[in-house]
């Protein structure tokens, strides 16, 4: 059963972690990842696969039409369910 439908606005939330010094950020498994860039910006689910490539549901969520703090490098990306949460936002 899927946790979001489109249309719901979500947050990017990476996996937490703490690195090599002892400063909370985005899990050093995940650091590299092309999604890692997303983090903390707020979007909207446009389309959901729920096989994925990797038989794990996925939700495209496209960022145009929000103003995210982050930088953001394209206007849509795919994200595995436990990377997005719900946001406040509406």
């Known amino acids: 059963m899927a946790k979001f439908n489109v249309g719901d606005v979500v947050k990017v939330d990476l996996p937490k972690g703490k690195n090599r010094r002892g400063v909370m950020g985005i899990s050093?498994?995940?650091q590299t990842w092309p999604e890692s860039r997303f983090d903390g910006a707020i979007?909207?689910?446009?389309?959901?696969?729920?096989?994925?490539?990797?038989?794990?549901?996925?939700?495209?969520v496209n960022f145009t039409?929000?103003?995210?703090?982050?930088a953001i490098p394209w206007q849509?990306?795919?994200f595995r369910e436990e990377w997005i949460a719900p946001s406040a936002k509406r």
């Open 76 to 78: 849509s990306q795919w």
């Open 28 to 30: 050093v498994m995940y």
């Open 43 to 60: 979007g909207d689910i446009v389309e959901i696969d729920p096989n994925g490539p990797t038989g794990i549901p996925q939700y495209r």
């Open 65 to 70: 039409g929000h103003e995210n703090r982050t």
